[in-house]
């Protein structure tokens, strides 16, 4: 395969999002056959059981995305020591009705960052244990649980120099670990 898309679902809504802003950072650390598409969550309606027959247009388009892709990356905050409301709600979009889940088998990667000094490890853990259920194999190592702080990102938006390499590495191993589930 020459080249990967690469879904990117941001589970956070600010305007000034740092998760954003890292995903858009991490995205300039790839190679080139990697492209990075932001998947849109924020106009998604709350999941009910009752629509799967008869799914939103935001909800078919956030399935189309998905499905396209060859491999998952979700950048979350951390929200009362768990996964944002908006995040789980797309989730659960995503793999309804019963069966028919786009999320399986993708191979996945999460990372956040947050101000707290443990960044986002409890955001991340939920959503393991999540993209677990739904068979989506995620990278275990290295982990990246990131504080924000001053100089974490350029003012052109990059990675900043104190973390760039530990960051850089931690985008090869997702690279490689695409690699290897697209060429199962």
Do not use: C
């Amino acid at each position: 395969m020459d080249h990967y898309k690469i879904a990117v679902v941001v589970g956070s809504l600010r305007k000034e999002s740092f998760n954003h802003k890292l995903a858009l950072a991490l995205a300039k650390l790839a190679p080139a056959e990697f492209e990075f598409e932001i998947v849109r969550i924020d106009d998604l309606p709350l999941y009910n059981q009752d629509d799967d027959a008869n799914q939103a247009a935001t909800v078919k388009r956030l399935k189309q995305h998905i499905a396209s892709a060859q491999g998952l990356l979700f950048v979350t905050p951390e929200y009362n020591r768990s996964i944002p409301g908006v995040l789980k709600n797309a989730i659960d979009h995503g793999s309804r009705p019963y069966g028919q889940s786009v999320w399986g088998g993708k191979p996945g990667a999460v990372i956040g960052v947050s101000v707290g000094a443990i960044g986002t490890a409890l955001a991340q853990q939920h959503l393991r244990n999540i993209l677990a259920y739904l068979n989506v194999p995620t990278l275990g190592q290295p982990e990246a649980f990131i504080q924000q702080k001053d100089g974490l990102f350029t003012e052109s938006g990059e990675i900043g120099e104190a973390s760039r390499e530990f960051m850089k590495g931690w985008m090869d191993k997702y690279v490689d670990w695409v690699k290897r589930h697209a060429a199962m």
